[in-house]
Each structure stands twice: as structure tokens, then as C-alpha cells.
């Protein structure tokens, strides 16, 4: 083992100091080159645009041995070698070369990149020179004589030997640095390798189950550090599997007394587990080994069997001998097996028989047609117009002659389902009964520091409709929105579409979770109640508002993000079927 453990971290330093010493001298290497051609490739360039004043006239006069003793002159004295080509390819000045001599260069790499309006920069072997040139070519042209290329170069013999020596240089000191780093290596490994056998032979005891295993090092660094920490590992490892024993233990024992009925089938569809209470529910004890068909329900057998096919979780309320059973199936992560609960709601069931009949013992909350009375009554104390009093006051009588049909809504609210609820049918100007609507709340959203905006189309149809029960359902859904609402605001829009009026009522407000928004229609089902109660609310407003829209031939709808606030969208027939 020590051998092992040594050979390996040796021959990873190995591999790294060779990696890095090779990348260093490679990458230093380029990177010096690169940064003298930068440097070279501005020298050049500078030379070219300072002939450029001197070159072009000469050119424009066709004056070539004026042109040849000029650049023969700046290739003397700056040590770089100047070519003039026009743009055919022709060379019409060479300060090292006689340009009659040298063939077309319109082939060059540099010279097409010039010919194309940009600096040309390359790094080859001359052809006329016989060795290594650097390339930097200026584009340029002159009127009536067409493009001309300015290019300068110098011999890469010099760089390319510093790059050679820089490079013997950078190898010799890496060599010197590998060898001592190795050196370093070979004294780490051998330190190393003996604490990480003891580390691997104690570990080996552990994963025996001996936990009372000890690691006990003389290392006085992070090796003595990991053995400590390793013993109080095994002291929490012995620990926790103690403690797993104890939870097993309780689990098992849970699960025995749980009042819901549990099973647990595997991978073949056979009973692996069950609890006591389950084996009431089947009326057998003897259900170990058995299959879901075998349990004596056909419905569970067919929830458990579609879960398990379909590979997710389902639940479905089904009579198991003569009770309710709310049966849940959990396909267990990992090919597990399937996990099922049965919990016996017959009393549940039983007891929401009974919240319908609690509406007669509510019908004292009769909030909304109080309030929309109060409201009414508060406008009419700042009026002062006789006319507008006298419609205030026509208004309130019509609430107050309305309130035993309220009466009456909260006592059939169980029965508003079935065929036996009636509407009197008339036509309804919707904008006008919201108007109405809206005029009552607008003291609570001052109050509030609300909003109201309101867009609806023009000349939007009367509807056939129950127009005191439209009161209602718009009546619940601004309070709503308004109760539910903090800051920001209320907008309502009504338009038509197609044979039908679709009215929305949005706002800001809380919002309402996506697992609370199938329940939110339901008797008495409030998202939170502790606002609810402060505010006064008894869960009916929504169930009010539902009913009253089926009873129109309508549809309502709900959208929702927590915390960003709730969109209802109502749709009503213009002709209401009843």
C-alpha cells in the first residue's frame, strides 16, 4: 500500500512539473515573438506614412529614379529594407533590390491585404533576399495613377536568434526548478503515504462495523487534523446508526398506531408492508405477499395499478365496504415500490352535509346589502340636489325591498346547484348597475389609497338577466378584491365577445396560492383566514359568486400569482338560458 500511494503522488508531480515547465517555455516563447512583431509592425508602419508625403508626388510624375535614390537613401540610413508596388504588382522601387529584376509581387500576402485597403503584416522567406523577411504593407493611392503600396521589412535573424536563446534559457531554469521540485516530491510522498495507509486501514475497520476504531497520527499538520477528524466521525457515524436503530424502532412503531390505513407495495406489486389500521379496512389480516387485486377492492386496485403504469402520484375518494375512503397513491423515487394512504373522511363528508345547513344559521349576515345600504345612506347625508336624493333614497328602498331575497339566497345557497333556483329575467344595463356598484366602494378605497380604474366598451347590449343577483356577484367580487388588496390598484374592464359579456375584475393585492385556487369557490373556504376574520368575511361571498354566474348560463375563471394579485373574469350570456 505505501509503495502504491507513493508511486502515485510521485508520478502526479512528475507529470505536473513537466506540464507546467513545457507550457512556460512554449508559451513565454510566443509571447515574447508576438510582442517584438507588435513592436515591429509599429516601426514599420511609422516609416511608411513618413514616406508617404515624399513618395506620392514622385510617383504622380513618374519620376522612378527619383523614387529608386529615395528609398535606396531611408533603407540606408533606418536599416529597413522600403518597396514600392503599385497596384498590378509591380515593383517600382526597392531600396536593397533593382526593381526591374524582381517579378510582379501582386501575389504577397501583405500586398493583397493593402490592395484591399488594410495594413498588410506577414512573416515569410524572401524569395530575393534568400532569408526570413518581416512584412508590413500600407495601402495608399494617388489620383489618376490608382492604388499604391508603401512596404517595409526587416530581416527576423536577430529575433529569432534571441527567441532561440531565450528559450535554451527559460528550458535550463525549468530543468532546475523540475529537478528540485521532484526532489520536494520525494520527501512529501514518503510523508504522506504512511498516514494515509493507517487513514485506509482504519477506514477498512469502520466499514466493518467496528466503530470504536482510532486513528492516532504524530503529524503535526493538516494529516493529524484529518485523523481527528475521522475519529469524530466515527464516534458521530456510531452515533447516527444508533439513533437510526432508535428511529426505525419509532417509525415501526408509529406506523403500527397510525389511524390511517397504510400499505407499502414493491417493485412486483406485492404487499411488503401494512399497518393495522389498513388491515381493518380490508378485513383481513393476512395481506403480506399479496397483490393489489387481491385486497378486495376493485377501485384501489385500479388507482394503484394506473400510478403505478402512468408513474405518478394520484388520489381519488372510493367506498370501501360501506365508508369514504380518501386513498392516496405515491410512486416511491427510485423503483421503490408504491405508497398508499387511505383515510377514512365518512365523517368528513358527513360533516359538510352539515356546513350547508349551517347557511340557515348565517343568514343574519346579510353584509352585503347592509353595507351597500350604509354606503347609500352616507352619500345621501353630502347630498345636497332634492333630485339626487330622491334616486338615493329609490335606491335604498329597492335594497331593503330586496333583502328578503337575500334572505331567501342564503337559505337555498345548498340547493343553488340544482334546477329549482329561479331568476327574474329582465334587461340589465351592465355598466350601469356596476357604476352603481362602484359608487359604494369608493369610500373604502380612500381610505385604502386604492386605485379604481374602469374601461368597458362602448355600446355593450343590454343582457337578460337577474339584475339583484348581478348586484350581488358584483358586489362580492370588488369587496373581495378591495380586501384583499393593500396597495396599488382596482381596474375593471367589461367588454363583448361574441353573444356574450365578459367583465374583469382585477388587482394587486395578496394573491392566491396555485394549491388553494381549485378550493377558493367551495362553502366557507377562506385562503386566509386570520385577514377574513379581521375584515369580517365568512367564506360565502365566492360560493355566492359562483352560483349566481352558473345560474346566469355563464362562466367564471381565476388567475392568480402569489403575491402579485388575482385576475376574476366573468362571462355572461347576453341571452340567459334559465
Known sequence: MK?????????????????????????????????????LTRDLTNIGYSLKPQVYPLIARHDVKALQA??????????????????????????????????????????????????????????????????????????????????????????????????????YVGVLAALL???????????LSKPVKELARATSKVAEGDFETKVVLKNKDELEELANHFNDMTLKVKELFEENLRRKERLELVISSMHDGLVLFGRDGKVAMVNDSFKQIARTRDLI???YW????????????KATTENRNLSDEMEINNKTFLVSATVLP?????????????????????????????????????????????????????QKKREYLGIIKKHVDRLINIVHDLLVLSQLESDDAKLEIEDVNLPMLLNNIIHLFKGRLQERGLALKYN???????????????????????????????KGQITISMRQHDDTIQLQVADTGIGIPKADIPRIFERFYVVDKSRSRSLGGTGLGLSIVKHIVLLHGGTIHVDSTHGAGTTFTVSLPILTKN
Not at 144 to 152: E, L, T
Not at 352 to 372: G, Y
Not at 462 to 479: G, I, Y
Open 70 to 171: 529615395l528609398v535606396r537613401a531611408v533603407g540606408q540610413e533606418t536599416d529597413v529594407r522600403i518597396t514600392i508596388i503599385n497596384q498590378d504588382g509591380t515593383v517600382l522601387a526597392d531600396s536593397h533590390e533593382e526593381p526591374a529584376a524582381m517579378e510582379d509581387h501582386w501575389n504577397r500576402p501583405e500586398v493583397i491585404e493593402a490592395l484591399a485597403g488594410r495594413v498588410g503584416t506577414s512573416a515569410r522567406y524572401s524569395d530575393t533576399l534568400k532569408q526570413e523577411m518581416f512584412y508590413v504593407a500600407l495601402p495608399g493611392s494617388i489620383k489618376n495613377n490608382g492604388a499604391v503600396v508603401i512596404r517595409a521589412s526587416l530581416f527576423l535573424t536577430d529575433v529569432n536568434a534571441f527567441l532561440s536563446s531565450m528559450r535554451t534559457n527559460v528550458f
Open 334 to 386: 427510485g423503483d421503490e415500490g408504491t405508497l398508499v394512504l387511505s383515510r377514512d373522511v365518512t365523517g368528513v363528508r358527513h360533516l359538510q352535509d352539515l356546513k350547508r345547513d349551517l347557511v340557515a344559521n348565517v343568514s343574519h349576515e346579510l353584509r352585503t346589502p347592509l353595507t351597500a345600504l350604509k354606503g347609500f345612506l352616507e352619500t345621501l347625508e353630502q347630498e345636497r340636489n332634492a
Open 3 to 39: 509503495s502504491s500511494i507513493f508511486r502515485r503522488i510521485f508520478k502526479s508531480y512528475l507529470i505536473i512539473v513537466l506540464v507546467v515547465t513545457v507550457f512556460l517555455t512554449l508559451y513565454n516563447s510566443t509571447l515574447i515573438r508576438r510582442f517584438y512583431l507588435q513592436i
Open 294 to 305: 387481491e385486497i378486495g377492492s376493485f377501485q384501489l386496485g385500479a388507482l394503484i395499478k
Open 289 to 291: 405477499g399479496k397483490s
Open 181 to 191: 521540485s521532484l526532489l520536494y516530491a520525494f520527501f512529501v510522498s514518503r510523508q
Open 456 to 486: 368597458e366598451d362602448e355600446k355593450l347590449p343590454p343582457v337578460k338577466a337577474d339584475p339583484f343577483k348581478l348586484e350581488q356577484m358584483f358586489f362580492n367580487l370588488l369587496d373581495n378584491a378591495i380586501k384583499y388588496t393593500e
